[in-house]
């Protein structure tokens, strides 16, 4: 198994969702930079969920606790390790349904890989609580990027069938950062009926997925590799790593099967003495590089797979054909805490892809001119 992501920057992520704590490792930080815990908790409030029939009724505290690499509000350059208890675990709710596979989980593929040995309470390793030390290490990444100059932002493109607002119709791309508690939408009209939806497919014992959109501002041209190690291998690479993310598409992505070469091209232009242009449906990235333009991305987030319904599946030990009916504690719609989850991994690829680039004194003294 390999938790490890990274390469000047790199990120280690540990724990199960019933073990006593999930956390991270993030190398490669240069010295010296601020970390904001006031900041981190925002992002961590943003993922948290608060048991009111449209998160799981699992709620935690989700405290981020340091244990090496941050001394008065600094980074020290070396290993940075954090943790975040377990502290609201129902294990029983698990143990009358051990031998029978969940539909749409990682049940049958882990018995398949680990032989019995992985940690199946609360789904163990592949859980979405393990994202939550992801948002924790990506926040501190976040904050050094807003320092360069750069932001992330994501915002709930869809949910069960409701559409937000256009990122286009965001002007100057400003994007606005949600309250607490609420859904992260560039039309906050949108949040009643896409928490009604949530809520009847929950009442129905089911559950919505969506899409959520990723935009990166600021960034300079020349950031990525052509082949293996573009901006888009790297990203995906990444957001496909989030449980329950299905797909991915940078720019017009796959709108651009119903386009003609000059409706794809994006022309060049000069603008305030910089080379721009004139639209952005390539996503910010042209031959695995950026261009100087936004970085545009969606990916599809599927429904959860834990519904209260009863479904057909396999007794795994006994290699008969069974009926499961999941009992627990589970999220109707994951998407809404999700988009904190996203937001936090691309920032931390962003930070791994300019720290390649301009090297780790960069992180802290800004970039070059280019």
């Not at 198994?1 to 190398?27: C, R």
């Not at 505290?61 to 690499?69: A, K, M, Q, R």
């Not at 309470?121 to 948002?135: C, P, Q």
């Not at 291998?233 to 957001?239: E, I, R």
Request: with cysteine.
């Amino acid at each position: 198994m390999k938790n490890t992501f990274g390469s000047a920057v790199s990120l280690t992520i540990f724990g199960e969702s019933h073990g006593p704590a999930i956390g991270a490792v993030l190398d490669g930080l240069a010295a010296g930079l601020p970390v904001d815990t006031d900041f981190i908790n925002i992002r961590m409030d943003r993922r948290r969920a608060r048991g009111d029939g449209l998160s799981t009724a699992r709620t935690e505290p989700d405290e981020v606790e340091f244990l090496s690499g941050v001394l008065d509000g600094h980074t020290t350059g070396t290993a940075l390790t954090l943790m975040v208890r377990n502290t609201n675990t129902r294990s029983g709710d698990y143990a009358k349904t051990a031998a029978l596979l969940r539909p749409g989980h990682a049940d049958y593929t882990a018995f398949a890989k680990y032989e019995g040995y992985q940690d199946a309470r609360g789904g163990g390793h592949f859980s979405g609580r393990i994202t939550a030390a992801a948002v924790a290490a990506g926040a501190i990444c976040e904050q050094t990027l807003q320092n360069l100059g750069i932001r992330v932002y994501t915002h709930i493109a869809a949910c069960a069938g409701v559409q937000d607002a256009p990122l286009s119709s965001a002007a100057g791309l400003f994007m606005p950062e949600p309250e607490p508690g609420h859904f992260a939408l560039l039309d906050p009209d949108k949040e009643a009926p896409m928490q009604a939806a949530i809520r009847a497919a929950g009442a129905e014992g089911d559950s919505v997925g969506g899409i959520l959109e990723t935009v990166v501002t600021g960034i300079p041209a020349g950031i990525g590799e052509p082949w293996f190690d573009s901006v888009e291998s790297t990203l995906a690479h990444l957001l496909f790593a989030v449980p329950a993310v299905k797909g991915i598409e940078f720019g017009a992505g796959f709108k651009f099967a119903e386009m003609r070469g000059s409706e794809a091209n994006d022309a060049f232009r000069m603008r305030d003495g910089q080379i721009r242009t004139a639209t952005n449906r390539n996503g910010g990235i042209n031959g695995g590089i950026t261009n100087g333009m936004p970085i545009v991305l969606r990916t599809v987030v599927k429904p959860t797979p834990s519904i209260y319904r009863p479904q057909d599946t396999v007794d795994y030990p006994a290699r008969q054909d069974a009926e499961i009916q999941i009992k627990g504690r589970h999220d109707p719609c994951i998407v809404p805490r999700a988009a904190v989850v996203q937001n936090s991994l691309t920032a931390f690829g962003i930070l791994d892809l300019l720290s390649i680039r301009y090297g780790t004194l960069a992180q802290k003294h800004g970039l070059p001119d280019v």
